[in-house]
Nanobody, 124 residues
Framework: QVWLVESGGGLVQAGGSLRLSCAASGDTFTYYAIGWFRQGPGNDREFVASIKWSGEGAYYADSIKGRFTISKDGAGNTVYLKIKSLKPEDTAVYYC?????????????????WGQGTQVTVSS
């Protein structure tokens, strides 16, 4: 069983920054990719970024390029999503997900395992 646990969300003022963490356990993740998705109020879940377990191959949604940075903690089991210059429209539940195929695509259907999410609320 693969477990993904997100943390680091919270209430932040517009213009601030956050670093979300996704701690993975339960398998050998060598060939996985980890993706971050978000779902805002009344919106569909959308792709944010992904990275291969090696730490290479960072891939971002066009809508968030430049403000979001995905990274991997070297040989550890945590993937980070740093968000800067937060905007009220970034308010969402942020989920991390694991893709066993290692592609890290923008399609949520390719991710088999999901965390419970962490809430990010940005006040104006």
């Amino acid at each position: 069983q693969v477990w993904l646990v997100e943390s680091g969300g919270g209430l932040v003022q517009a213009g601030g920054s956050l670093r979300l963490s996704c701690a993975a356990s339960g398998d050998t993740f060598t060939y996985y990719a980890i993706g971050w998705f978000r779902q805002g109020p009344g919106n569909d879940r959308e792709f944010v970024a992904s990275i291969k377990w090696s730490g290479e191959g960072a891939y971002y949604a066009d809508s968030i390029k430049g403000r979001f940075t995905i990274s991997k903690d070297g040989a550890g089991n945590t993937v980070y999503l740093k968000i800067k210059s937060l905007k009220p429209e970034d308010t969402a539940v942020y989920y991390c997900a694991a893709d066993q195929g290692g592609y890290g695509s923008k399609w949520s259907s390719t991710y088999r395992f999901w965390g419970q999410g962490t809430q990010v609320t940005v006040s104006s």
